[in-house]
Every structure is written in structure tokens, then in C-alpha cells.
């Protein structure tokens, strides 16, 4: 049986999720929704990376105390998750105890391999970030990603051996074994490695909000190695650095049945960390590396990426609120093609709910259902099953936005059919080819009803009662 892992970056509890975060997490789920109905070995982890200065300092500023104020919004992103009908395999919270000793496990283990040494850093890290900077990452002497300035660090501190990565990585990356997509990702990363990997800082002194490093309590390790272990550890992983035996595990109870991820999701902002870091990590631990790395585009408003730092957020709750939990994943799965950049604004968002929620599916069905009732004619498909080829090709190519696009046809095509044929009147005055109409109609919604299970599962089960009672209800009021 094939299996599939897939993972989301596990995001900062510095606040609560915004929907670039949705965004990414939507994505894992409808794709795990897709294997787990096609009767695939599943996993989808998600989580929340709890630890570092930034994390801190949004505590500090809060007024609460650090454990108190991460608990609180750790349950803000699992509360959003909930209303965004997000089922995941695994939500991993890294102050969890298990995750704290297999990081400190695993950091042992490099250390006892040769992979770390003690040195001094010296040098520019941005805190928003929670990375090292080098000069050409700054723009005036700022961060890009936060427009912020870096602080200047000088510390005693442990080094991972990053640099005698950067071959075989390279390989790795550019004969796709590791595959980044889209393809300007992959080069994006191929012209960075070309430039040289440095070894890199990862512990800290001054950091009190961390895993304590094992062989010198003093420091904690760095946030970053804190939070890749995430990948592992999320499926029980314990910190030992092998493939664990056969026979294979149950579902669960072993980590090595999933691993290595099949694919990771993230935005470009963590790109560059997770091929390099992330991999060399892997490398050393003689662990096989992700085989994809699908990477997105950002959320913008006013052509500035949202974010908490920049403050300029819309919040998933709003859109739940208004257009329920799967018109709000619909909002945010159809906005960018995936890899582009795009501006949303709330005016957008309902624009497009009424568009195509609201006249488009929502008006077929009721419309078909409404017509069905009266001349009493069901549903004869009811055990559809996806048959459309093309839908099942993009599902494999990943291609979020061209399925929906691709099922947004269909309904258009359902609706222009309805008022070409005037069934309304047809029912009447033939109401053989009426019926025959309505029969073509009710077998195609159906199928629209399953290839819309990932995206929308609440939806897709309403159109299945919908069709199976003729009961009709409103599945997306107008606004
Ligand atoms: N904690 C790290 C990740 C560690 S993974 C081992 C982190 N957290 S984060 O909270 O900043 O999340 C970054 C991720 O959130 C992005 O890679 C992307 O998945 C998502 N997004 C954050 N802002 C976004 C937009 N404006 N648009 C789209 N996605 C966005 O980095």
C-alpha cells in the first residue's frame, strides 16, 4: 500500500494564525483528504514552533508568563484549524516534552558524530526572522522579509559543519531527488548553493526560551534545529538515529513507516533554511531526505506580504464567520495560483463567495434540487466515484487552483445548459426530456459533489444528502 507523509511548516506562537498560515495548512489537508480517500497510508502533521527570542519577546510584551501566554495561542491556531474542518494526523507543539528530549537526543548524537564544534559567532541576526543575515540579505541595511534592522551578535557558541554539505546537496537538489518545485525555487536555491554554505551558530547563550544544549546546559539550541526535529518527531520519532526494524509498524506506532515526508509545504520566506539546514541535518543523521519541497507564494495586501510583523492581517475567523468553514477554505485555496504572489482584500473575498458560491454552485444545486422535487425524479448516481481523468492528474501535479478552476467549469457549463434548455419550462411543456435533463444534471453534480471532498468535505456531504433526500437547503446565502 503506498504511503504519503506531508507536513506544514509549524508556525510561531508569537500570535494567533492569519490566512497565510491557513493558506499552507488548507493545502496539506486537501491533499491528505485526497490520499485518505484513495485509500492511501496517510499523515499529515502540522504544529507550532514555540521556542526563541521572538516567541519571548511577543510574551514579554503580553505581560504573561511564557508557558502561559504559548499554550494559549498554540490552542488559537488548533481552534482555527477546527474551524477550517483541518483534520490532521498530528499537531505537534514543540515545548512538548517528547519533542524536547529527541531534540536533545539528536543534537547529541551530531555532537558525538563530529558534526558540531565550539567557536565564536559574530554577526547579524534578525529576530522576526529568528536567522543569521549576511549583508546581501539587507536592503538599506534592513531585513527584506520584515523591513526591519538586524542586532548585532557576538557570542560563544556551537557550530553545526553546514558547509561540508554543500556539494552533495547541490547534486541532490539539482537531479530532483530532492524535488523543489516550482522551478524557479529550485534554481533560486541551486545559485545559493553555489555561492558557498558557511557553517552555522546553533546554540545560544543569551536565549533562556529554549532546549538546553546536552553537553553544556548554559546555552539553548538554536530555534531553527529545535524546529525541523518537528518533522520527525511529529510522527514519534525518539532522537535515535536509525530506520527503525522490520516488520513494519501499525499506523501511528511507528515513524519510520512514513518517513521521509513525500511533501513538505511551506512559502518561499523558509525555503532557503529547509534546503540547506533542514537537509544537511537529514544528511547527517543518515536519514533519507524529503522527497518534495512545494513551495508558495505569499499573501499580499497593498503588494506587502501579510504578516504579523508587518500587521497587516486578515484573520481566518473573520472569513469563517461570514462564508463558513468551507466557503472560507474555498476563498483561500482558489486566491493564487500556486508559487504567485497575490493581493486579497475582504471586498475580494466576498465578491468572489458570491460569484461562485452563491450563483454558481450554490444556485445549481438548489436549482436542480428544487426542479428534481417537483418532478419527482432522484439521484440514480449515488455511488459516484472520481472519474474525471483530469482532475485526477492535476490532484497528482499538486495544482490546487486548476482543479477548482477545472470543476468551476463544469458548474458554469451546468448552469448555462439549465437556462439554454429553459428547464424550468421544459419540465412542463416536455417533461420526458425534461426528466432526462434533470438525470444528466443530478449525475454531474454528484460527481462535482466528490471531487469537491477535499476542498469543501462539509459541503460534499450536504450535496450528498441533498441529492439522496431531495430535501433542498441553502448551502450559500448571498451577501
Ligand atoms: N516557525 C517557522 C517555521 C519552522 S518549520 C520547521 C516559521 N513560522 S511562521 O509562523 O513564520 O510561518 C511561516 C509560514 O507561514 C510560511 O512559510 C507559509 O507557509 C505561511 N505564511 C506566512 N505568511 C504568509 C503569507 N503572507 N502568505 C502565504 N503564506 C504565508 O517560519
Known sequence: MNKFYITTPIYYVNDRPHIGHAYTTCA???????????GEKTFFLTGTDEHGIKVQQAADKSGKNVQDFVDENAQTFKDAWQKLNVQYDNFLRTTDEKHIKAVQAAVQALYDKGFIYKG?????????????????????GKCREHNEKPVLM????YFFKLSQFEKILEEKISSDELKIEPPERKNEVLTFLKSGLKDISISRKNVKWGISLPFES??????????????LTGLGWDGENKIPPTPPLKRGEGWGDFWPPDVQLMSKDILRVHAT???????????????????????????????KSMGNVIWPEDLVQKFGGDGARYLIMSSLAWGQDGDVTRERFTEKYNADLANGLGNLISRVAKLSQNAKIKNQNDSAKLKNDKIQKLFGELKFKEILDEIWGQIAWA???????????LVKSDPEEGKKVLGELLGLISEIGEE?????????????EILASGKIELLFPRF
Open 28 to 38: 496539506a489537508d486537501v491533499l491528505a483528504r485526497w490520499h485518505k480517500a484513495k
Open 120 to 140: 565564536q559567532y559574530e554577526g547579524l541576526y534578525c529576530v522576526s526572522c529568528e536567522q543569521y543575515k549576511f549583508e546581501d540579505d539587507l536592503i538599506d
Open 154 to 157: 557576538k557570542e560563544e557558541s
Open 218 to 231: 548554559s546555552q539553548t539550541i538554536y530555534v531553527w534545529i529545535d524546529a525541523f526535529l518537528n518533522y
Open 277 to 307: 539546514i533542514w537537509t544537511a541535518l537529514l544528511l547527517a543523521l543518515e536519514l533519507p531526505l524529503p522527497k518534495e519541497i512545494y513551495v508558495h507564494g505569499y499573501f499580499t495586501i497593498g503588494s506587502q506580504k501579510m504578516s
Open 415 to 425: 448552469n448555462k445548459y439549465i437556462e439554454e434548455k429553459k428547464l424550468w419550462e
Open 452 to 464: 469537491l471532498a477535499p476542498f469543501m468535505p462539509a459541503t460534499s456531504e450536504k450535496i450528498k
